[in-house]
């Protein structure tokens, strides 16, 4: 299970892992599918589902909505709005390179520190893939995919994966899009079945309806591929949104309620935003199905000591959501527009989030697609599981990428959002050579700007393209998102610039051929590939010269090579040579390298401090345990108390209800040295007692055992005396048996009677320890000689020939033996009874 996917919610996080069964998708400590996307600070940190048991007690150190501030910067306008969801303090980060990011302000350890999101979102990854290593004997993942939204820009992908650098966690092979990685957990197994054809391509839409996030798409399957033909977004529609609706109605009433009484308004209290968040949460969930009517919501003591109850009736429910489902359509109507398809043209229209469970909004997409509204799930495919569809596609695609995987290959077309511009200092000469895509020339060899759009939105990644211009000295290429990406979602207010590269020709040279080449890589983030200078160099071209054929054609070659090295025109070639040049980048949100490792040094010495105050907690809860346990053990008759003394529980007792004392009280806060010498010390006065109670337990089995082995063993020794089988046996070996036998006997008898005048408070006469060593000397020694084969008889020698015997054969008496002897064989001279001289009988063996 090292190779896994993650789907990186806002709300809760899937991990899921590839092995040769398929895909699976792993239960956390709680036996849970879905993980908190949540990261606490106190003392240690927690994350997951530890996190949420102080997610209202201790809100400001606990981190949620990492997914949306990752690789902002802090005076970006989706910053300031996604800060008003955050119930901790937010921060400006400050770099060495490009804007200041957002960092949340926490007490870790009794002190004040500031941890940048991006480092957070890298403690959740890596936090799930601990969840992983439970699962493989504490092998941590090695192959990563992780979803993210399509929607993210260059900065957050490039964040994201910085985040994930800062912690450890290495091998992130993809960041992939949620909907495409939906799309590849549905066409890869249909693929299998051979549900798609190449001649009549399969069109299929994907609607993901998350906690904070809406997107539409629309995959084309062939056999062994998939193509995404379009994406579409609303960012800021999800679950959320709906929570957020139900609990302004929850407050509003309140307020009606006690308007006289308050102290302030309810929303603009932390804890009290949370209870109401929580109780919108769940009336909402109540609500989904169809068919319910109303939602009871209960709330004690919700702000000022003041208890609260209401009823949400559904159809004020579904009043209050219809702004939400309006903004259903347009998404839907944008990519059945980019794609010039019909709603009738889809071969199915799977749902996929936790929000499409919402029966108004499935109602509602049946509505805008044309769908049969009284069917099941309105129409709509739900034969996927809603909240794991992305995780397992992304562990797919892992086991894709993944070397330690062999899987049958499978194309991926992924979407490019945003259309990409590339623009240089100047303008293009008419020499340049303008775009060229993989070597091959688009376009007209001089560009009327100096800029081009190089990635166009819907083209597929990861993929190279060059751009040749003539250049001396020091120039700068920049690439940002081209205007047109505004019609595509790109937010308002955020500015288009993504890299900037300075780029460095060798000093003293005229103007130059240099060929950039920018990458649009797996993630979809734009870096520089590579960028050379070419130059042309002439050589000349040598001819191998014929052999003349006679002397006069000979001195005619001489005469005419003389000339033609005197004219100075022999035939050259131009060779080009391709140079490479150094580069600067910088973007305007960037961690530099220092950065980098500072974050890391960070995250091992919080990773450190957390294992130390385990482990002390841990040794505490041990410490504690031994207590209750020893307490109620000494004074049962069925545990421990028929194996101690009266003096020996006294002194244990008294040594139990000091630790307790001391451990409630001067130790409470010890550490974790602290606690194992206190375990110690009671383990001093209480192992004996126990080992007591385990011998008397173990020690019939085993004298059973030995008396087996010594019963055994005497009785073959006395019955397999004389016997033919056993008569390879020496007498040495025999009589080393029968003393071990007879000695181990003796022993035992002797320790039985020892220990059967012991009392059971007493140290046993004879451990079990002791009385296997005797079985296994036994084994060791009478077994080897029981079972000693018995040596394979001696082959007989073959008769040989008297010396000085006339070896002379006589003559054939018969036309075979005649025939024989020509052939250059003999006959073998025959006793009376049929047997060869040389030993064999008529059969071939040999005579005994």
């Known amino acids: 299970m090292s190779v896994v996917g993650v789907d990186f919610g806002n709300q809760n996080a899937v991990i899921a892992a590839a092995g040769r069964g398929g895909v699976d998708v792993l239960l956390n400590g709680s036996s849970n599918r879905l993980n908190p996307t949540m990261v606490g600070f106190s003392e240690s940190r927690s994350m997951g589902e530890s996190a949420t048991t102080g997610a209202s007690s201790n809100y400001k150190n606990t981190i949620t909505n990492m997914k949306r501030l990752v690789g902002l910067a802090f005076n970006d306008p989706r910053s300031v709005r996604e800060m008003s969801y955050c ?5 400006p980060v400050k770099h060495a390179v490009g804007t200041d990011t957002i960092g949340v302000k926490v007490q870790y350890g009794g002190e004040e520190k500031v941890v940048p999101v991006e480092a957070v979102s890298g403690m959740m990854v890596k936090h799930l893939g601990l969840i992983a290593a439970k699962k493989t004997a504490d092998v941590f993942p090695k192959d990563w995919v992780v979803a993210i939204p399509g929607y993210y820009t260059d900065a957050q992908r490039r964040a994201f994966l910085s985040g994930m650098e800062s912690v450890g966690v290495a091998g992130c092979q993809r960041l992939m899009h949620e909907t495409t990685a939906t799309a590849l957990a549905y066409g890869i197994f249909k693929d299998i079945k051979k549900q798609f054809s190449k001649d ?24 062994g591929k998939l193509s995404v033909k379009s994406s579409q977004y609303d960012p800021y529609l999800g679950g959320r949104d709906i929570d957020a609706l139900i609990a302004e109605f929850l407050a509003s009433k309140f307020e009606e309620k006690y308007k006289s009484r308050l102290s302030g308004k309810p929303m603009e209290r932390p804890k009290t935003r949370i209870k109401l968040y929580s ?37 004020d429910y579904e009043q209050m959501m219809k702004p939400f489902l309006a903004r259903l359509r347009a998404p839907i109507e944008r990519a059945l527009a980019e794609t010039g398809l019909k709603s009738s043209d889809l071969a199915s229209i799977e749902i996929v989030g936790g929000s499409t469970r919402i029966g108004c909004v499935k109602t509602t997409l049946a509505e805008i697609l044309g769908l049969d509204a009284a069917a099941t799930n309105s129409g709509l495919s739900a034969t996927m599981n809603a909240d794991e569809a992305v995780a397992r596609g992304a562990a797919l695609q892992s086991a894709i990428l993944s070397p330690r995987f062999k899987v049958l290959p499978y194309e991926i077309c992924e979407y490019n959002p945003y259309p990409v511009k590339i623009a240089w200092d100047g303008e293009t000469s008419d020499s340049g050579e303008g775009i060229e895509v993989e070597g091959e020339a688009e376009g007209s060899s001089g560009m009327p700007s100096n800029s081009v759009v190089m990635f166009d939105r819907g083209s597929a990644f990861p993929v190279v393209r060059r751009v040749t211009l003539r250049r001396a000295g020091e120039f700068v290429v920049t690439a940002s998102y081209d205007g047109s990406a505004a019609h595509h979602g790109y937010p308002e207010g955020v500015g288009s610039e993504i890299a900037a590269f300075k780029i460095r020709a ?60 005197k004219k100075d025109d022999a035939p050259k070639k131009k060779k080009v040579k391709k140079v490479a040049l150094e580069y600067e980048e910088s973007r305007p949100i960037q961690w530099t390298k220092a950065e980098q490792e500072q974050a890391y040094e960070t995250e091992v ?40 003394t009266d003096a020996e529980k006294s002194a244990l007792s008294s040594a139990l209800e000091t630790s307790e004392n001391w451990l409630y009280e001067d130790g409470f806060n010890a550490g974790k040295t602290a606690f194992a010498d206190k375990l110690a010390d009671l383990r001093k006065l209480g192992d004996p007692l126990v080992y007591r109670k385990s011998e008397a337990k ?81 084994n060791d020694t009478v077994s080897p000689v029981m079972h000693k084969p018995k040596p394979k008889p001696k082959p007989v020698p073959k008769a040989e020939d008297d010396k000085g015997k006339d070896k002379t054969t006589p003559a054939p008496s018969s036309e075979g033996e005649e025939k024989k002897k020509q052939e250059g064989s003999s006959p073998e001279p025959m006793d009376i009874d049929g047997a060869s001289k040389n030993g064999d009988d008529g059969d071939g063996r040999g005579v005994v």
């Open 87 to 91: 119930n901790f303090s937010c921060v």
């Open 200 to 223: 009549a391509p399969t069109n299929v839409m994907f609607i993901d309806l998350g906690a904070t996030s809406y997107s539409v798409s629309i995959t084309e399957f062939v056999p």
């Open 279 to 315: 109780a919108a949460e769940k009336a909402k969930k109540t609500l989904s199905p169809q068919g319910v009517k109303e939602a009871r919501v209960n709330l004690e003591c919700l702000m000022d000591d003041l208890d609260f109850g209401v009823t949400l009736k559904n159809d």
């Open 506 to 565: 060798p000093a003293g040279t005229d103007e130059s051929k240099i060929r950039v080449n920018v990458k649009q890589d797996v993630h979809g983030s734009v870096v520089m590939s590579s960028v050379q200078m070419l130059v042309e160099e002439e050589e000349e071209v040598k001819d191998e010269p014929m052999p003349p054929a006679d002397a006069e054609e000979a001195k005619k070659e001489e005469g005419e090579a003389a000339d033609a090295a």
């Open 605 to 644: 010495a919080m990773s450190n401090a957390d294992r130390i105050i385990r482990e002390t907690a841990d040794m505490r809860n041990e410490l504690e345990s031994y207590i209750y346990d020893m307490r109620d053990k000494i004074v049962s008759e069925s545990q421990l108390a028929p194996y101690c």
């Open 698 to 778: 173990l020690r019939p089995a085993a004298v059973s055992s030995l008396q087996r082995a010594c019963e055994k063993y005497m009785n073959w020794l006395n019955t397999s005396e004389g016997e033919e089988s056993y008569s390879h046996i020496t007498y040495e070996e025999r009589t080393k048996c029968y003393d071990l036998c007879d000695s181990t006997s003796s022993w035992m008898y002797d320790m039985l009677d020892k220990q059967g005048s012991a009392s059971q408070s007493s140290d046993p006469a004879v451990s079990t320890a002791e009385i296997n060593t005797k079985i296994r000397q036994l």
